[in-house]
């Protein structure tokens, strides 16, 4: 990777369990229950994710940050509830979506369907053209971490407990990856923290 | 509960993604595989906690406000795997064992079975004395959160993905808990979370 290439960044909302979304999740429920607790920090937005953008000055810096990117990569479970984006997640930037396998309906505007992490990433490198590379799904981290193409982790942990639900980290191979935390930044009711993967373990 | 009474706190080294023990954790191993990455921040210490003192003068801070608790609540399997501290945790302090059944073999020291979460907690909280309860054990952290008897979690979060072993959090009735990010502190390669359970949803 060259110096000037930017990085490929997970964005996860989290409870301090593990969990990103609540019990249940499904095709209809997508957060699953009690889910929308994990995204409280953002406003109340509908689909466009400039609406959801947070009143507190440190949660919309975050917020920013993420909408500064110039791709993202996402699993095609998250790109699916949340609607598609309706074609164009933020300023009309690419959007990756990993799937096993691609759908007979092409995806709406600026989404392009991917089969393989690996690629996927170097795709979305290569688009976000010295940008940041936005990430999203807890399938789509895990495969491109065991892939080694995940450079940082940005956790937005919410102090709450699901008890149940997706875990984030779930299925990974043993074997320990080192992180670096880069940052810890505290909003509103909600604690930002940013790592880096050193790697390592597989 | 009156106000001068003290604050029953989980004390847990736990990794990012969630575990408080490396995979295949067992009696002749009491971390899992690789655990011991989780307690790197302490000191190379031996059976004694107070030989664990961190050099990091942040990481001390938070050691010391352990040291300086009036009791300690521990779930058996954490009890067993540390040898029983030797029947003194630190100077000397009642720790009380929460476990399914009383065995034959009295407990070493200073440390006594408890059988029930609750009356554990109210034993625990009156032998502090006004001090702070130290608690160590997932199952005991449960128990007592489900039982509204956990007071604050104090996190030390460990930049690791560890991939697999035993979960803080796993097992707990589906129902949020919410919880108030009180401090956050950052030593050397370790981060410092206190939380505040307030409580709800079960």
New interface residues.
């Given amino acids: 990777m060259s110096e000037v290439e930017g990085k490929v960044r997970l964005y996860m909302s989290i409870s ?3 969990f990103i979304t ?2 249940d999740d499904g095709p209809s429920h997508g957060l699953g ?2 889910g929308e ?1 994990l995204h409280a920090w953002l406003g109340d937005g509908g689909v466009d994710p400039a609406s959801y953008r947070p009143a507190d000055a440190t949660d919309a810096e975050v917020f920013d940050e993420g909408m500064a990117t110039g791709a993202v990569l996402t699993g095609r479970r998250t790109f699916e509830h949340a609607g598609g984006w309706a074609g164009d997640h933020h300023d009309g930037v690419p959007v990756f979506v990993l799937t096993r396998s691609i759908p007979d309906e092409p995806p709406p505007g600026h989404a392009r369907y991917i089969t393989d992490a690996e690629s996927g990433v170097a795709q979305a490198r290569a688009a976000a053209a010295g940008r940041d590379v936005m990430m999203h799904g807890a399938s789509a981290a895990q495969a491109c ?1 065991v892939a080694g193409q995940l450079d940082e ?1 940005e ?1 937005h942990v919410v ?6 639900g997706r ?3 779930d299925g ?10 880069l940052r ?1 930044l ?1 909003g509103s009711g909600v ?1 930002h ?1 940013r ?1 880096r993967v050193v790697g390592g ?1 597989r």
Same sequence: chains 1, 2.
């Avoid at 102090?159 to 149940?164: C, D």
């Avoid at 990974?172 to 935390?181: A, F, I, K, M, R």
């Fill in positions: 301090l369990d593990g609540g019990p229950v009690g607790r971490l982790i956790l102090p709450v407990l699901l008890g149940g875990r984030l980290f990974l191979p043993p074997g320990q990856v080192e992180l670096e935390l810890s505290q604690l923290l790592y373990g």
